[in-house]
Nanobody
Framework: QVQLVESGGGLVQAGGSVRLSCSTSGGTFSSYAMGWFRQAPGKERDFVVCTWNGITYYGDSRSVKGRFTISIDNAKNTVYLQMNTLKPEDTAVYYC??????????????WGQGTQVTVSS
């Protein structure tokens, strides 16, 4: 069983930056694709980005490409999401997931509890 714990969310002004962290335990970190989803108020959870075998895949949230960067630290079993030039529409609960790539999709098998990111205008 893999446990994931996110941190780093909070309130930030538009144009600012936030880095989310997701520390994992209980599994073989390198055997999973690692990614991030987000869920805005009243909306479904959307896949944002994942990384697997050194390749980054973005979801339908193409608006984040060029602003959001995923990275991993295998020594710390941690995945990060660096978010720059934040916009109010980036406001959401961000979830970290460990899972697998299936075709063009990222399937999350294990989930963190989520961390709130609020971007003020």
């Amino acid at each position: 069983q893999v446990q994931l714990v996110e941190s780093g969310g909070g309130l930030v002004q538009a144009g600012g930056s936030v880095r989310l962290s997701c520390s994992t335990s209980g599994g073989t970190f390198s055997s999973y694709a690692m990614g991030w989803f987000r869920q805005a108020p009243g909306k479904e959870r959307d896949f944002v980005v994942c990384t697997w075998n050194g390749i980054t895949y973005y979801g339908d949230s193409r608006s984040v490409k060029g602003r959001f960067t995923i990275s991993i630290d295998n020594a710390k079993n941690t995945v990060y999401l660096q978010m720059n030039t934040l916009k109010p529409e980036d406001t959401a609960v961000y979830y970290c997931a460990a899972g697998r790539r299936v075709g063009t999709r990222f399937i999350g098998d294990y989930w963190g509890q989520g961390t709130q990111v609020t971007v003020s205008s």
